[in-house]
């Protein structure tokens, strides 16, 4: 874990280059945590796998609450297979 003042930014070829794929730099203002500095292709998988848990919880508080489902046949009718 890379942690870094926000001060470093002046220089802020240092910093990119200790930003890694799996080794984001956190930056703190005033001694605290306050950003983040990551991969691009790090952030959009991030992203990717947040929107994925959000529609599953969904379907999990949806099922909870006795909502219907989509059955198989439905949902391959609605996919085109």
Not at 32 to 58: F, W
Not at 62 to 73: A, C, F, H, M, Q
């Amino acid at each position: 874990m890379t942690i870094k003042p926000i001060s470093d930014l002046r220089n802020y070829s240092t910093v990119l280059q200790d930003c890694r794929a799996d080794s984001p730099v956190f930056l703190t203002k005033n001694g605290r945590g306050k950003y983040v500095i990551m991969d691009v292709e790090q952030y959009d998988e991030l992203m990717a796998q947040i929107k994925l848990m959000e529609k599953i919880m969904g379907a999990e508080q949806r099922t909870e609450r006795g909502e219907p489902y989509i059955d198989l046949s439905t949902l391959r009718s609605k996919l085109g297979i």
